[in-house]
């Protein structure tokens, strides 16, 4: 084993020396080829031919980087349907006449990179449809009219092949081609009859003799391609005198575009480019070419010029009539082209050196080196409206004032790029001359102040401010930003000192418009709750790289912070790298609308079951690299129900059946695009078997062996309850059950007479049991009651004459509305009582109803004592047929009116 380890390391060491980064790494991650959507795949897979068990169907061949030496057209008899060969990198030597025949519909081959040493017209006479052909760094060597049958032909790159001359023809041919690439080869000349063989080509566009040595110029040498727009010299070894020869030569053409880019073109004279005046050039590149003086009036001829790219170079100075003459310039690149070079000072802009410029629109000033900013170095740029100067040394930018920028309150500039300019201080009213600006950046720089909002007075346009990256100098106040209502983007991220944000109301508060709020890298610790108060149109907040642990803390004084409560239509939340251990309930409410958010590089683990409940448009997820051991569903279910991108790798995984089987179930049925490292970031931590494993290897069907168990310790856990809770209302409530029991059954086999007893006239209205040691009680209280309207039924008093003192009992009974018992202790204990009056009683509180009988308590007697004696409980009885006499004699009336009022309660069937 180990010796074809270190067999394979050689083999990637020596891959790499002989072949390339890309090509060894490619060759060795590739197996087969892919075929995806029609196009196959077979690049870099050291194949001698070509493979005969692809999609009959595909349309698009890459065998580049293999080792054919020859393409067999029997090879690609199963692809008639193909559009596009690439056999580019290989050791082909003849392009075979069938490949074409073979494939009809062929529009595009690439050959480049062969070794191909010869080509005849046979070679792609039935090249009939083909649009584009690569034939750039093999040996070519033209035998008769090669191309003359390529009437299709738009793109054809010959470049870098020695070629000793501009000519591929000598009759009109190629009446289609649009680009033509002739760079690096050896010619040195153009002879006036080179293009002869595109006479007749209409659509020729573009001419790239990039790397070529030209000398000599033959006049009338672009003539039969005069309506050529476009030419490429970049990195061409030309003489400065022929340059001006070339001007001349094209102004014949209808040339729009011109590349000299890499010539060592160091001087621009006033005749340069004079040859140009008649043509309708608008772009010129002239980058890269070491230029170091420009003389006045040189672009004068360019009158038409709209685009001039001057980057990288060592202009010294910039005066009043280097740009003379280019009134319809519209984008000057300057970019690395006033720089401090060796042996010369810093350069210098003249006053009025963009004066001629009035239909600039676009100036870039990226990594230059000025000395100064003038009061009228911008003077005449009237139609200013992107400003470029980032990352350049301006010693005017250190300290920005409202001279500054003066020359510029004539443009209309509507952004303003000032990154990297190491500004230290931005003083009241330095932008106040940009009525119209919308974009300002001021990123990485070194502005340390606290920002009371003069700073952008008269930005009442802007609508970005960029500050990211100012190492943290930046302090707020509630005024910061009163002068740019109307911003939307606001970058601070690593700008803000920790305590910026800690302040009331909070600086945010006027930017009511604001969409992108980035806060972070800024170590914040310490927010209010209402930070992003009244900023409902906000949608992209970024706090990652803080530490707002505390905020969401439930510990916290006063409890977590909720401030994101008034952001209801935020779509992005970054909180990556925070030191968070908890997501409060509450503080992702009301987010529907979130469609992004990144938690990663904190170190939640137990998260609450509605957390993410109000996440329903949620498409991209990031939880990696925290402490999540489960994913329940309770917790996940909502917001993975949508999701496009889930990252929740590097986190130690419980993999067991209560943590993980629904994760990887959902896992394995998800529609989710994209789970980057899901077989080698998504690791079980524990059990001790699945340690260091995937959770992909986890297998759900010993999860299945569980459900029965389950299921019976459900159903065994329910009886258990249920039979304690039934035998706490037995011996509690058993009594009530019994009561409304006997109740339904004598109601329901009809033992009652009720309703007859309710039509009879009754002589007494209740009759009254006491004891004898209450009957004095009684007589003073009760008989005094007694009137015309009012009759009480003693049974010493009362007693029908002749009968059974039983019968009487019962009789009188009968004849009562009501049964009244007048409760002491001494009643409980009257034996007579308990026997026969009692269960009479009771007979009639089941048969007749609730209200038959009523309770007076003279003593305070127990409830169980009553129920044990009486067989009665206060609960059978209506409170109003309870009554207790008063300790206090006032209330005895009041008594007295309870008790009429119990006894006048008709007995009618109630519940």
Known sequence: MMCVHHTCLWLLIACYYVTGPCYCVASLKKASCSVHHGRADCSHLSLTAIPSDLPGNITSLDMSHNRLRGVSPASLHPYPGLLLLDVGYNSITVLDNGICQTLPLLQTLNIEHNEVRLLKKEDVTYCTNLSRLNLASNRLKLQGEPFSALQSLQFLDVSMNNLQSAKLGSQPQLPRLVNLNLGSNIFNTLTRDDFFFLNR?????????????????????????????????????????????????????????????????VTLTNTTFTGLQKTNLTFLDLSNNDMAKIEEGSFQWLSRLQTLILSYNNIRRLTKGTFQGLRGLKQLHLTGALVKSHGSSTAIIDDFSFQPLSSLQSLSLQ??????????????????????????SYISLKYLTNKTFASLADSPLRKLNLIGT???????????????????????????????GEEFQGLGQVQEIHMTNNYQYLNLCPTSFVHVPGLRVLTLGKSLIATALNIDPSPFRPLVNLTVLDLSNNNIANIRENLLEGLVNLKVLKLEHNNLARVWKSVNLGGPLLFLKDTHNLVTLYMDSNGLDEIPVKALRGLSKLKELSLSNNLLNNLKDTVFDDLTSLHVLRLEKNLI??????VFKTPMSNLSLLVMGKNPFDCTCESILWFVTWLNNTNVTSLPGLKDQYMCNTPLAYFNHSIMDFNPLFCKDMTPFQTLYILSSTAVLMLIVTALLVRFQGWRIQFYWNILINRTLGFSDAKVE???????????????????????????????????????????????????????MRKSRKILFVVTESL?????????????????????????????????????????????????????CILDWPVHKERVPAFHQKLLIALGMTNRLQD
């Open 201 to 265: 080509s209409s659509f020729l566009q573009v001419l790239n003799l990039s790397s070529s040595s030209l000398k000599t110029l033959e006049a009338g040498c672009f003539k039969p391609i005069s309506g050529l727009r476009t030419l490429i010299l970049d990195g061409s070894r030309i003489d400065s005198e022929v340059i001006p020869k070339l001007c001349s030569e094209l102004s014949g053409t209808d040339i729009d575009a011109l590349s000299l880019r890499k010539i060592k073109l």
């Open 367 to 392: 990594k230059t080196a000025v000395r100064e900013i003038s009061g009228n170095t911008f003077t005449g740029l009237t139609s200013l409206t992107e400003l470029t100067m980032s990352w350049s």
């Open 422 to 452: 190491a500004i230290a201080k931005i003083n009241p009213g330095s932008f106040a001359v940009f009525k119209n600006l919308t974009i300002l950046y001021l990123d990485s720089n070194f502005i340390k102040q606290n920002l009371t």
């Open 629 to 634: 051991t489960a994913v329940r569903p309770e």
């Open 758 to 812: 309710e039509g009879r006239q009754y002589e007494y209205d209740a009759y009254v049991i006491y004891a004898e040691k209450d009957a004095s009680w009684v007589e003073r209280r009760m008989f005094p009651l007694e009137n015309e309207k009012c009759r009480f039924c003693f049974e010493d008093r009362d007693s029908v004459l002749g009968m059974s003192l039983l019968e009487s009992i019962v009789n009188n």
């Open 828 to 880: 409980l204990k009257d034996p007579w009582c308990r026997r026969f009056k009692v269960h009479h009683a009771l007979h009639q509180v089941i048969e007749a109803s609730r209200d038959s009988v009523i309770l007076v308590f003279l003593q305070d007697v127990h409830d169980y004592k009553l129920s044990c004696s009486l067989f009665l409980r206060r609960g059978m009885l209506r409170p109003c």
